[in-house]
């Protein structure tokens, strides 16, 4: 049955090494989710660019759609910042040294809770039988969740 599969082979080369790729990816997954999201719609930061074409994408082209998705998430304005993995300047996402680490743990479980929760809602426009069913949870636990973290 395969053989019905196999009608044209195409190879393209990872994303690391199409240089410019990544940028014009980010701006076409930017574009999608502003269509699927009924938020107003948010813009990279303009130094993203470089950023984005100067990683190594060991992930390729799934690991950059996953990071913008994510930061188009958690971005409170319009404007995408994209973390740079070479910058010095810790993220404030991330735990203090200090910190406790049940604290930091309850944080990091709160911020997964509101990320997946919000993807999950943009996917099925709002519908929180069918966003219950793909998360595979009770529809009440999504309706806690949703009222919990203040979605939409």
């Given at each position: ?5 196999d ?22 997954f930017?574009?999608?989710l ?26 390729n082209v799934?690991?950059?759609e ?60 709002g ?5 219950a ?20």
């Amino acid at each position: 049955m395969l053989y019905r599969l196999d009608v044209l082979a195409v190879h393209l080369p990872p994303l690391r090494s199409r240089g410019g790729d990544a940028s014009l990816l980010a701006d076409v997954f930017v574009e999608r989710l502003n269509r699927q999201s009924d938020r107003p719609p948010k813009a990279l930061r303009a130094d993203a660019a470089h950023v984005l074409d100067a990683r190594p994408w060991p992930g390729n082209v799934r690991e950059l759609e996953n990071l913008i998705q994510r930061e188009y998430l958690l971005a409170a304005a319009s404007v995408i910042e994209i973390p740079d993995p070479a910058g010095d300047a810790p993220r404030d996402d991330r735990p203090a040294a200090t910190e406790l680490f049940r604290v930091a743990k309850a944080r990091a479980v709160a911020q997964f809770e509101r990320t997946y929760v919000s993807a999950l809602l943009a996917r099925t426009r709002g519908n929180l039988s069918l966003a219950a069913r793909l998360a595979g949870k009770d529809r009440s636990d999504i309706g806690r969740l949703v009222r919990k973290h203040g979605l939409r």
